[in-house]
């Protein structure tokens, strides 16, 4: 049994995924399993899952669903079940982590909280030239190189500069909320359970940030690690993305705060 297990979501983005894949081959802390949540992708990245299983050093499990539009709860919901450790971190198949991003998460673990991790966008031009040899040299990560490749100079640079003292001080000082983001967060799977896992009528637009809240109206706190652990996002569109969704989130979102809900009725447990 893995110390952490890794949950990573995708649909049809075979080339991220590989990429994001091979950022955990580069990982410095190795005990951990990684599930692909597959919400449904053609068989391109089963081949990708099946190419890399041979490669890396960590166990991976595909776990997929039918195509049923955009259903990420309902697949990251399948992925819980299927974890074996105590501690799972979420992640994205469009994010590359750091080769310390594991460890960070896993060495700032705390009983009652949960992590809320950052991440550094990127734009399509690099998303689409970082090679595995660039991520094996950590070069996504460098800033130097990025910005021979045209990244503007901005605050948000820090994310990837920040070390040590530094990284902890623009942590705790930075005004964003340490909620759930579901491209980098961590948290404890009897934590997660007791909550009955992500609440499968939402699709795209704060369905994480609604678990969190959950999660939050629990007990559970939220520590803030977004310039530690670290992930470089790529570039691609969001076609999933309707207004219609995220009105009937923001109503589900708005009902569990007034309620201080913690459980689901459409989780987990059905």
Excluded at 46 to 68: A, C, G, N, P, T
Excluded at 97 to 123: A, C, T, W
Aim: charged residues 25%; positive net charge.
């Amino acid at each position: 049994m893995s110390a952490v297990s890794v949950v990573v979501s995708t649909y049809n983005h075979p080339e991220w995924l590989r990429k994001v894949l091979w950022g955990f081959q580069c990982q410095t802390y190795k005990d951990f399993e990684l599930i692909v949540a597959d919400d449904g992708s053609g068989p391109k990245t089963k081949e990708v899952v099946d190419e890399l299983r041979d490669k890396v050093s960590y166990d991976i499990k595909h776990v997929w669903q039918e195509d049923d539009g955009f259903q990420k709860c309902r697949i990251l919901n399948k992925a819980i079940v299927a974890s074996d450790a105590d501690y799972i971190i979420m992640t994205d198949g469009d994010c590359i982590p750091r080769e310390d991003f594991v460890q960070v998460h896993y060495i700032n673990k705390l009983p009652g909280y949960f992590i809320s991790g950052g991440y550094y966008m990127l734009p399509m031009n690099i998303s689409k030239a970082i090679t595995l040899k660039d991520i094996e040299a950590q070069n996504c990560f460098n800033i130097q190189w990025l910005k021979e490749k045209g990244i503007p100079k901005t605050f948000k640079n820090n994310k990837l500069t920040a070390r040590g003292f530094i990284s902890t001080l623009f942590n705790t000082f930075t005004p964003t909320n340490a909620s759930w983001n579901g491209h980098n967060s961590s948290g404890w799977k009897k934590d997660i359970l007791n909550v009955n896992g992500f609440d499968e009528r939402m699709q795209y637009g704060g369905e994480d940030r609604e678990f969190g809240e959950r999660l939050f109206n629990f007990g559970v706190k939220s520590k803030q690690l977004r310039y530690s652990a670290v992930c470089v996002h790529l570039d691609h569109e969001r076609g999933y993305r309707t207004p219609e969704a995220i009105a009937k989130n923001q109503i589900i979102r708005k009902e569990v705060r007034q309620k201080k809900s913690v459980w689901t009725y459409h989780g987990i447990t059905k």
